[in-house]
């Protein structure tokens, strides 16, 4: 039994190339998860296949607009002349309906969507070591070493932010990293302070 | 990898009748699992085949009340003219050796222990619903009416300490309940307040 029933907006963030999206990727294979996308909302246009409401929700600029001063965004950027942002009723009504919002997300993003929502649970992904992130961003292959040297150089200056975190998750092992990520929502399920309502109203208690 | 290193001491503890000593069973069941108990000291005799240093330590009053002056005790309770105790030291070598200390006590010790090691981990045990709880005391068939009356009355008061705890977890299913400890216990190995330490040598942030 799960005292707590509503869902968790679980945030995972960490430098680039530290394997984030690898471990969202396994962590929906999980079998019988709960888990869902947060599904973010862009001005920018389709590309061929991509759906509405599943890859985007697609707006115009106008729309997007609105809603920054109608406060509904969990984080957003403008990335090349486009808007790019989390909006917050979408997640609101999956974390209501029991479903967990599994949202990977850069760092700045990260401690943006900390301000709004601070009873997320942020958890910071981290290589194994310094030079294994950089083997990997050199192994990638498809960028520049400009490019690579810029995205080490933010790596450094991000490895200083953890302490904002509420758990440090070492990549060395995709499935490792996913199986501890899965025990932190289970735990974070059964803290005192998300589930002590339920529990009293269960008990009786005043 | 785990960032921490040190083991954790797990309190575990809830009314009288919830399951608590199952539930410690079936933890220690667990494949490949890094804990141990937490082994009392006691001024009473060793009864047929119990071990000095396994089922207790067993010391002289003289000896136990010199470890009291010299708060050596996580917690301490008399009983029936015997002392029993939580001898702080035993702990702290297995908790350095990077195990997990398993305690399992009743509501009055577990908040003692929370004095003097506010960073061990306090989870709640609670049955799925009170009469649950009545109906497994009533069919022990152990007890007087008398005395199964005295448990219920006492686990009515210690409903209301469940707020002083990290975490509650019922005991809906035993093995459910123990799988939820154990992701409590990887989830907090991975808490940045425990991890930061080592992430900041590993990283080497200053």
Redesign the interface.
Known sequence: ???NERGLLVVISGPSGVGKGTIRKALFEMPDNNFCYSVSMTTRKPREGEKDGVDYFFVSREEFEKKIQENKFLEFAEFVGEYYGTPVDYIEKQLTSGKEVIMEIEVQGALQVQEKMPDAVF??I?P???QVLYDRLIKRGTEQVKDVEKRIQKAERE??L??K??????N?DIENAA??I???I???H???ER??HK?HK????K
Chains 1, 2 share one sequence.
Do not use: Q
């Not at 975190?165 to 070492?170: F, G, N, R």
């Open positions: 039994m799960k005292l958890i910071f981290v194994p070591s310094k490895y200083g953890a302490y975190y509420d758990y440090i998750v070492v060395d199986d501890r899965y025990a932190i289970r735990a974070e059964a803290k005192t589930s002590i529990y269960l008990m009786g208690v």
